[in-house]
C-alpha cells in the first residue's frame, strides 16, 4: 500500500557522505509541482551503525526514505520485504513506510537506468561495455540484462574484480566478457559504453574517442561534463548523464512514496539542472 498523499509526510536521503545529494532539490520540486504542501524531505548522515537507530525512531508521519553509499546493502535485514528487482543485485535504494507499518525495500536505479537509455532512444543493443566493477555496475549489468542481446565487456583493474563482475553476469543471465583496464580504449567502439567510475577515472581515455561515437552513458553529474563525457559529444556521440539517472531514478522513488503518477520529470529534471548550475 503506498503512503497517504494527503496528510503532512516526511521522507529524507540517507547515506554518508550526503552533503553534496541532489535528492532534496529533485523531490521538493516533485511536492511543488504535486501540490503537495506539507510534504518535506530531508538529509541526513548516516553509516551502517547507525542505520538501525535511525529506523528505530521513524514514526508514523515518515512516507519512505533513500538510500545512498554506503547503506544500499546494509540496510536489507531491517527491512519487511525487498523487491525482485532489489534482490537480483543485493542493493536498496528506495525504502516505503507503509500505512500498516511495513518496511518496503526497492532499487530504482535499475529501471532508472533503463528509462535514461529510452529517453535517448536507445532500446536495444546487440553487445555494451561498462568501464568499471564497483556497485554502480552491478546495476548496470542488471540494466544491461533488460536491453543487451549480446555480450557485455566490463573494464577492470584486478582479477577479483573480473572474477565479482562474472559472477556477476551469471547471475543476472548476462554475457559477460572480462578485460584488464589498460585495455580500457577499446571500450569506446561499443554500441553503448556505461562508465561507472569515480570523478577523473576516465579522463586519459577522452583522447581515444573514435570519429564516430555511439552513445556513453556516464553515470557522474558533478563535475559535468567529465573530460570523457565533452568529447563524446564533440564528436556527435549521444551522451546520457548522470543527472538523467538520478532524476529518472528520483521520478520512481516519488510515485512510490507519494502514490502519485506519473511524477513530474520536467520539473525534477528543471531543478537539479539549477542546482548544478548554481554550483
Known amino acids: 500500500m503506498p503512503a497517504r498523499a494527503t496528510d503532512a509526510r516526511r521522507a529524507a536521503v540517507l547515506g554518508k557522505p550526503i552533503a553534496h ?32 537507530g535511525f529506523f528505530g525512531k521513524l514514526g508514523p508521519e515518515w512516507a519512505g526514505l533513500s538510500l545512498t553509499m554506503p547503506l544500499k546493502r546494509a540496510v536489507i535485514p531491517l527491512l519487511d520485504e ?17 500505512e500498516d507499518g511495513r518496511r518496503l525495500g526497492d532499487n530504482t536505479d535499475i529501471p532508472g537506468m533503463v528509462a535514461a537509455l529510452r529517453e535517448h532512444g536507445i532500446e536495444q543493443v546487440e553487445s555494451a561495455a561498462i568501464l568499471g566493477a564497483g556497485a554502480t555496475a552491478s546495476s548496470a549489468l542488471a540494466a544491461l540484462a533488460r536491453v543487451c542481446t549480446g555480450e557485455v565487456v566490463a573494464y577492470v583493474r584486478s582479477e577479483a574484480r573480473a572474477a565479482e563482475m562474472r559472477r556477476w553476469g551469471e547471475r543476472l543471465d548476462v554475457d559477460v566478457r572480462t578485460a584488464h583496464w589498460s585495455d580500457a580504449e577499446q571500450a569506446l567502439g561499443a554500441p553503448l559504453v556505461i562508465a561507472t567510475t569515480p570523478a577523473g577515472t576516465t579522463d ?30 564533440m564528436f556527435g556521440g549521444a551522451v546520457v548523464s548522470g543527472l538523467d539517472l538520478l532524476v529518472h531514478q ?24 539549477e542546482a548544478l548550475a548554481a554550483r
Do not use: C, K
Open 82 to 98: 525487498i523487491s525482485p528487482t532489489a534482490a537480483s543485485v543485493d542493493a536498496v535504494n528506495t525504502v516505503v513506510l507503509t
Open 21 to 52: 545529494s541532489l535528492s532534496p532539490v529533485l523531490h521538493r520540486a516533485a511536492y511543488d509541482a504535486l501540490g503537495l504542501t506539507e510534504w518535506s524531505y530531508d538529509r541526513f548522515e548516516t553509516d551502517e551503525d547507525a542505520l538501525p
Open 204 to 233: 586519459a581515455l577522452a583522447v581515444a574517442v573514435p570519429e564516430r561515437p555511439t552513445t556513453l552513458f556516464d553515470v557522474l553529474y558533478d563535475p559535468w561534463p567529465t573530460e570523457l563525457a565533452a568529447r563524446w559529444s
Open 250 to 273: 528520483a521520478v520512481l522513488q516519488v510515485e512510490q512514496m507519494t502514490g502519485r503518477a506519473p511524477a513530474p520529470l520536467d520539473a525534477m529534471r528543471h531543478a537539479g539542472e
